[in-house]
């Protein structure tokens, strides 16, 4: 469906990450993990672009837009959009959904964590065991760290991986498919396109069934 949505409120998750939470003019049903085409006018022409569902269905509609270096929409909605700005939106689209099981690993980087936020909650709603492994360059790259450190379940378990931050002291080492090797568990990739392929084949190479790995990749 499509419809306008109204920007209801701004914030500021890093230096170069803003959430965007929407106001539609109708209700717009999703599955966690799904996008919307979102259009904005930009130098007086219409620009649409696929931005991934950050929110939970129980929560306000929000997306999640990083600042890209030649990002020509992420740039002009990080720096341009306001409070009250109309927007329009359509969709819901995308297979990237959650699947039945006990287990569920999540495999993010940089802004691929939007539509992961959003199954990782509707999950440990469901009591269900929880693993993220999130990978960013620096420290202040990390959207949603407080949210995903602060989360009190005995199910969710959370390793954020900083490959390019000397000052860093957790973990700097790129996952490996052997290390997410565990029984009856669903695998989750989301991200740059080089690394979804590169964590997909290393799951191969563990044996792991084509049917128990989920994607969804930005760029080419």
């Not at 999703?30 to 129980?58: C, H, L, W, Y």
């Not at 837009?65 to 009250?84: L, V």
């Not at 964590?199 to 069934?209: A, G, R, S, V, Y």
Request: glycine share 6%; aromatic share 8%.
């Amino acid at each position: 469906m499509q419809t306008t949505a109204i920007i209801a409120q701004i914030v500021q998750e890093t230096p170069t990450t803003k959430t965007f939470i929407l106001q539609p003019q109708e209700t717009l049903p999703f599955q966690p993990g799904q996008f919307i085409m979102v259009t904005t006018t930009i130098d007086n022409k219409p620009v649409t672009r696929a931005f991934s569902i950050s929110s939970t269905p129980e929560e306000p509609l929000q997306i999640t837009i990083k600042e890209e270096e030649n990002g020509y929409f992420s740039k002009h909605a990080n720096h341009q959009w306001t409070t009250g700005e109309q927007l329009t939106i359509k969709g819901p689209f995308g297979h990237f959904t959650l699947q039945e099981g006990e287990h569920h690993t999540f495999i993010a980087a940089g802004s691929g964590i939007a539509p992961i936020r959003s199954m990782i909650k509707t999950l440990l709603k469901e009591n269900k065991t929880v693993h993220l492994y999130y990978s960013n360059k620096n420290n202040n790259d990390i959207i949603f760290h407080k949210e995903f450190q602060q989360l009190d379940h005995k199910n969710f378990h959370y390793t954020p991986i900083i490959t390019r931050d000397q000052n860093h002291n957790g973990r700097k080492e790129r996952i490996t498919g052997k290390e997410l090797v565990t029984p009856n568990t669903r695998y989750y990739i989301c991200g740059p396109h080089i690394m979804v392929q590169d964590i997909k084949q290393q799951l191969h190479q563990e044996n792991i069934p084509e049917d128990k790995i989920n994607l969804e990749q930005y760029g080419n």
